[in-house]
């Protein structure tokens, strides 16, 4: 791409007398009304270029003129333009060398090779200096202006660093992204719909759907077929209740598992050097995700709880409870089995609760930043593992001996808090061997540069004595 040395000739007046900088925006929409307003609170004198300027000068409390005029007198001229449309722009070329061009456009989907728009906007102006930036931030943002970040990437520092000093004036923290061969990134920005979170939550609506449907076998389906008993009424509180602490089990053991998978790996591999295959990289990736949608499927689950007495079928429960003890001639309804039971099995959830409460704070970027990696490890490592074993013993407590009730089986189904107790349990153990102080030692000594190969190559003085022999 042909690039000029230095060619700021200035031939037009850039700055007023009072020293205010005069900027250029090509175009009058929504992205350009907002910018304009935002750099002249800024300070800067604004000249708006139009195809068609008196059509706009009311709506802007700046000049409207010309798109050659505006490109003429200022020095950095912004593109708000969409980029189909950067062609008809081709006449400006004379007037807008060796000036700053702001490329703010953004594609309509995600572009994996390019060109991106700033490099075709570069090659239609070989004699001006493109920057991309600003189009991460949207015409909303730039009128109620929180301190964002926007990130600009060009290929001449000069360019570059005038426009990242108009972005800190207007109130905005710059991030220089690089050269101009990066604003396919940038470019796609805008356009990634929580692409971080995807396999996240679709996982979690996955558990949630398997384990409602189980559920729903279980508890509904199965009385209504077997002995014509109606529960449907149970399928929009009842059943979600049952369904959330399993799914937020699963999703803790799954933010522990991968760790542990590594731990295991590196062991038997030897050595840390060895990259992990690319699904645990992955895995390890997503376990902040993970967990607050654990922590999600967590604090529904207390709040559903919490309504359960709530409910009109909750109180005929209790009326016909009461009606069918009197009818009996049973005057004290005390079981001490079930009172110890239900006091220890809210208490612990209660805890777990707190505790995952904590490992969601401090997963904030806020929150992070102010501890040290010893400190967020022992928040989201020790006391995420008391979380899942909080967690488990809850549901230990919940299930209490219906493991071995044969009625329990429903549709020779195992009850579901088995079936959700499987993978903290081996992720709990997993965790225990860990901690046996030789295979401590040895995972220590691996993280530490350790490897077994170069140990053993260290080590092995066979040829040697067999020599000597
Ligand atoms: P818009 O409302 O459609 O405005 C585009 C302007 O371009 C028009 O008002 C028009 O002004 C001018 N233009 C020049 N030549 C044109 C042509 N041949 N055909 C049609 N219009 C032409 O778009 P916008 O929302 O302001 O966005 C402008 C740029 O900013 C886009 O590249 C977009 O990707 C980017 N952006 C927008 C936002 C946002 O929140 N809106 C956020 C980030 C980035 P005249 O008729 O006066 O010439």
Redesign the pocket.
């Known amino acids: 791409m042909p690039r000029p040395l230095t060619t700021h000739t200035h031939t037009h007046n850039t700055q007023t007398q009072k020293g205010e900088r005069v900027v250029g925006i ?7 009304r907002s910018l304009a307003r935002r750099l002249v609170a800024s300070g800067y004198i604004v000249l708006v270029g ?3 300027p008196k ?2 000068v009311s709506l802007f409390p700046e000049e409207v003129t010309s ?1 050659i005029d505006a490109a003429s007198q200022a020095d950095i001229v912004f593109i ?4 189909e ?1 950067h062609s ?2 081709s006449d400006l070329k004379q007037a807008l060398a060796g000036k700053t061009l702001v490329d ?3 594609g309509l989907r995600i572009s994996q090779y390019g060109p991106s728009n700033a490099e075709l906007l570069a090659d239609r102006f070989p004699e001006s200096w493109v920057v991309k930036g ?7 943002s730039l009128q109620m202006g929180p301190r964002d970040g926007s990130k600009q990437v060009g290929d001449n520092s000069k360019a570059k660093i005038s426009v990242m000093e108009l972005c800190r004036r207007m109130g905005f923290i710059p991030v220089d992204m690089g050269l101009l061969s990066s604003s396919l990134e940038i470019e796609n920005l ?1 356009l990634y719909l929580f692409p971080s979170w995807r396999v996240p939550v679709l996982g979690t609506l996955a558990l949630f759907i398997f384990f409602y449907l189980y559920n729903f076998i279980q508890d509904i389906l199965q009385p209504y077929v077997t002995a014509g008993k109606n529960f449907f009424y149970k399928m929009p509180i009842e059943t979600v209740n049952v369904t959330l602490p399993s799914v937020a089990l699963v999703l803790l053991s799954l933010v522990y598992l991968p760790g542990l998978c590594a731990a295991f790996l590196q062991l038997w591999l030897g050595t840390k050097y060895k990259r992990f295959p690319d699904w645990l990289d992955q895995w390890l990736t997503m376990r902040k995700q993970l967990g607050l949608c654990s922590f999600l499927c967590s604090v529904l689950h207390a709040i559903y709880s919490l309504c359960l007495p709530m409910r009109k079928s909750a109180r005929y429960e209790l009326l016909n409870n009461i009606l069918l003890s009197v009818n009996d001639g049973v005057e004290i309804s005390w079981d001490d089995e079930k009172v110890w039971r239900m006091e220890l099995y809210l208490s612990v959830g209660i805890m777990a609760l707190g505790l995952l409460s904590l490992l969601a704070i401090t997963s904030l970027p806020s929150v992070a930043n102010t501890v040290n990696w010893r400190e967020f490890s022992f928040v989201q490592s020790t006391l995420g593992y008391c979380a899942l074993a909080m967690a488990t013993i809850h549901t230990l407590l919940f299930g209490w001996n219906r493991a071995f009730i044969p009625a329990q089986y429903r549709f020779f189904l195992p009850p579901t808090f088995l079936l959700v107790l499987i993978l903290p349990f081996l992720v709990l153990l997993g965790r225990l061997a860990l901690l046996v102080p030789c295979v401590a030692q040895r995972l220590r000594q691996i993280r530490r540069g350790w490897e077994k190969s170069h140990h053993i190559r260290f080590t092995l003085v066979k040829p040697l004595q067999a020599i000597k022999n």
């Open positions: 090509l175009g009058t929409g929504d992205f350009s139009s195809r068609t059509r706009f798109q708000a333009v969409c980029p449309h008809t722009l703010v456009s953004n600003f189009n991460t931030i949207s015409a909303w805008p």
